[in-house]
């Protein structure tokens, strides 16, 4: 939402203003859409007014403006209000709603009748404070579709009063949506998740929230070791252990730690607790296997139909289970999702973990060959080749 010059006068106070004045405007019962287009118009103007005349009330200023904005497009009296303006005089505060706005801003965009791909484009705009292109250019489609992606968006939101936003889980699952889209152009879309994260915990007691900002850390830790110097990725077992962020993980594990003394445990959460026990040991050899079995086995109690309604728990879960009680126990349960995921990369993948876990590097190699011709992501395609053929190599 803030142009270049903008970022330039100051990215971080700006972008932080964002959300507070545009849910201050919406919570008056402004169109988001309209709100959000008179907002830009008022940064623009704070661009030229701010560096000789700069307001006590930034926030109050900034609503100030676009209110006029507002009102000069349902009046049709533009004219009087750029003369106005044009005298740079300081407006005077306008008063703002208490409590959370970015809390407020977040549910507004993760309505539920919003597409997911909607919810995250309109997040990262309008909370998040990113432009169009850089939205674009994170998810690896053209500006002009993402355009088209966010006003259709915005057009859903048209005349609808944002008193009843969307729940608190939706808001979680989008912000974890942003989280794994990962890093791409020049947006790292994984720390402005976690930004977006750390605000929300601080807007609401739900140890969800926490869990979800104890899991992004936990994993965003181990960022500097998934990829060596050429760019092609390392597993988990192989990382330079060495490389990961310490601090982030003490971060991470003092999170879910008061996420679970709630005692109201959710997916997050133990998905966290799970990342935790992956970071907490010194060697692949000393992961704590059996805990990691114990968590997964919390994670897919969490529903009732887990192969068909959480999938991926009870893949991660075969893992854990090839680990504690033997390879072939693994690949057993992997048999439960082949109707599901079997095609699937990832189930062919594991499936190459565990088979070479066993020791049966032919069948290992199959299964690796088998997944990267189902992998879309180029540099998930490469290694699952150079898995195939490490696999072979070694028979």
Known sequence: MIDEPTRRLDEGALRALVPRVLAGLVRRGEDFDAAEDALQEALLEALRVWPDHPPRNPPGWLATVATRRLVDARRSEAARYRREEATYAEPRPTATEEGDDTLFLLFCCCQPDLAPASQVALTLRAVGGLTTREIADAFYVPEATMAQRISRAKRALQGRRLDKPGDLAVVLRVLYLVYTAGH???????????????????????PEALGLLALMLLNHARLPARLDSEGRIVTLDRQDRGLWDTREIAEGVRVLQSALAVQRPGRYQVEAAIAA??????????????QILAWYDDLVALTDDPVRQDPAAVLGRAVAVGHVLGAAAGLRETERLREVLGERHRWHAVRGHLHELSGDLPAAATAYADAARRATDVAERDHLVRQAARARATE
Do not use: C, F, N
């Not at 026990?277 to 059996?290: K, R």
């Open 184 to 206: 791409a152009g020049r947006v790292d879309l994984a720390g402005e998740a976690i930004r977006l994260a750390r605000q929300l915990t601080l807007a609401t007691e739900e």
């Open 277 to 290: 026990l992956h970071d907490d040991a010194a060697s692949a050899e000393e992961t704590d296997w059996p």
